[in-house]
């Protein structure tokens, strides 16, 4: 679909100073749609990453140019790029929903990369209706691109596996959801977006010739390790299943550490990189509750964060399900899925000890770490201050007796009989080392729920600048940040009441 562009606008295309070189496109027609993105009327800065700038090379003075605003925005042409929406199918909340695709994402191309900068395919969420858009509108309100701006900055500064979002641009042009919003676009950043669900479109309709293709695109890109696999020496493709699990098991290990709820974990949600991707009715805990759902439209808590390492596997199942015509040997198949299962225990374990600041593994850490999370959910603790507080415990800086800790139970001799057998076994550890490490991975700062509700507010004003400071502090959440305690402190009562649903 060529959108038309405003004929009173300079239609000359923007040099964005980045080469690109569109890998994607070249795949060909059956994978992609060639489109431009639809322009939105007088559009405006929201906020801009410099990290994800640096990452990709683009010139932080050109960011700040109309050509920036413009280009990002979908309004002019980029020289070199070539935009496209692409096609996918996908499980949603467990059931084949066919055919689905880039509805609203429109890719603008694929950087070269050079000078130290990675090769990104650079993404307009928002950008405007596509072949795939069924019955959207292939736009995005400023309410939920801050969401998905802000958050992917937020799990890149925690250490976990996302696309990025170099910026994010609004305009007054209305969107009708339940309400009539505005429209925005994030320019997201990957190596690619490829996810699970182009793998099923194309098994699914017996299109194997291009499933060869797709899957060998992704090999020789970003997984060439696959062609001398010890274990599938015979089969490139039971090595990729292999590998993607291994990244899976990795993203989501890391989810559950922060006390991460994606929301919407259908197959056309995962990135055959193991990035976490769609940020939409997502949720950082507050209190710790493992069978919370923050989707509000997933009445039967398909993705309930204690559900999401199973939900995780079941991916994984279909996405091995539609590579079984090139592996060819299902024995192979479930082979390279095991790798999940064994994995993601140990990766969680792994992310337990260091929460906990434990020196070595020991035979009875699972018991304990199960203990801990069963104190935590009896109480409802604030998942992110109990871990915080812990660290400045363990490093004997602040709280020498434990005393803010206690404070966050009400049954006082449970903790007090925890804290005892946790200083048994903490007792070989350097205090000071693990209480420093332990706060380099139990964040101060995370994007929670009220937070953003906050700053999303003050934005429909006009006022970028809680979305500003969010950015500083979630870009770097290990941090002290001193004189922003408010940002750290527990959600407010009304906090309980925010419902994020699918609409976005
Ligand atoms: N407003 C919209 N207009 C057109 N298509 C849409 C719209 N909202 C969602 N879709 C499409 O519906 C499908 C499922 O939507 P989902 O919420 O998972 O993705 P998304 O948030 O649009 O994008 P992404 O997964 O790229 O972050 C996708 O094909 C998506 O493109
Ligand atoms: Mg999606």
């Known amino acids: ?56 090379g683009v010139d932080a003075g050109w960011m700040a140019s109309d050509a920036a605003l413009q280009a990002f925005t979908g309004n002019r042409i980029v020289a070199g790029a070539a935009p496209l929406a692409s096609v996918y199918s996908g499980h949603q909340f467990g059931v084949w929903a066919g055919q689905l695709g880039d509805g609203r994402a429109i890719l603008l191309g694929e950087t070269a990369g050079a000078d130290g900068h990675p090769p990104l395919e650079v993404q307009l969420k928002g950008a405007g209706r596509t072949p795939y858009s069924r019955m959207g509108d292939g736009r995005a309100v400023l309410r939920s691109s801050i969401r998905e701006f802000l958050c992917s900055e937020a799990m890149h500064g925690l250490g976990v596996a996302t696309t990025r979002a170099l910026c994010i641009t609004g305009s007054d042009a209305p969107v009708r959801r339940e309400e009539i919003e505005t429209a925005s676009v994030v320019t997201r950043l990957a190596p690619s977006f490829i996810r699970f669900g182009h793998f099923e479109h194309f098994s699914s309709r017996e299109q194997f010739g291009e499933l060869r ?26 090595a990729l299943l292999q590998a993607v699990s291994e990244r899976t098991a990795q993203m989501v290990a890391r989810w559950q550490a922060v006390g991460f709820c994606h929301g919407v974990m259908n197959t056309d949600n995962m990135s055959i990189l193991g990035l976490t991707i769609d940020y939409g009715p997502f949720q950082f805990l507050d209190g710790f509750d493992p069978g919370h759902i923050c989707n509000h439209s997933d009445t039967q808590g398909r993705y309930a964060f ?110 007090d009989a925890w804290l005892l057998r946790y200083s048994e076994r903490l007792a070989p550890a350097d205090r000071a080392l693990a209480g420093d490490s332990m706060r380099k991975t139990n964040p101060k ?25 969010l950015l500083k502090l979630l870009r770097a959440p290990f941090d002290e940040h001193p004189g922003y305690e408010t940002y750290a402190g527990f959600p407010p009562d009304w906090a309980s009441s925010i419902e994020i649903s699918c609409s976005s």
Not at 3 to 14: K, M, Q, W
Not at 47 to 54: F, K, R, V, Y
Not at 342 to 355: C, I, N, S, V
């Open 1 to 56: 679909m060529q959108s038309v562009l405003d004929p009173t606008a300079d239609t000359l295309s923007i040099d964005t100073g980045l080469t690109w070189r569109n890998r994607f496109a070249a795949l060909g027609p059956a994978f992609s749609t060639l489109l431009s993105p639809t322009p939105l009327a007088a559009p405006y800065w929201v906020a801009q990453s410099a990290d994800a700038a640096a990452l990709l």
């Open 445 to 469: 700062f995370v994007l929670r729920n009220h937070l953003g509700e906050e700053a999303i507010r003050q934005a429909k004003l006009k006022d970028f600048s809680g979305v500003h400071t």
């Open 306 to 415: 204690n559900r999401q390492p199973n939900v995780a596997y079941w991916n994984l199942f279909c996405l091995g399900q539609s590579l079984l015509p090139l592996i060819d040997d299902q024995a192979q198949a479930l082979a390279a899925l095991e790798t999940y299962k064994t994995l993601f225990p140990e990766l969680l374990m792994r992310e337990m000890r260091a929460k906990l600041g434990l020196p070595d593994a020991q035979s009875e850490d699972a018991a304990f770490v199960e203990a801990t999370l069963q104190l935590l959910a009896a109480a409802r603790v604030d998942h992110t201050i109990f871990w915080r507080r812990l660290g400045h415990w363990v490093a004997g800086t602040l709280d020498q007796d434990a005393d803010a800790v206690r404070d966050l139970f009400l049954d006082r001799a449970a903790f």
């Open 213 to 238: 293709q797709l899957a060998d695109f992704v090999i020789d890109s970003f997984y060439p390790e696959c062609r001398r696999s010890k274990a599938f020496p015979d089969s490139p493709y039971a």
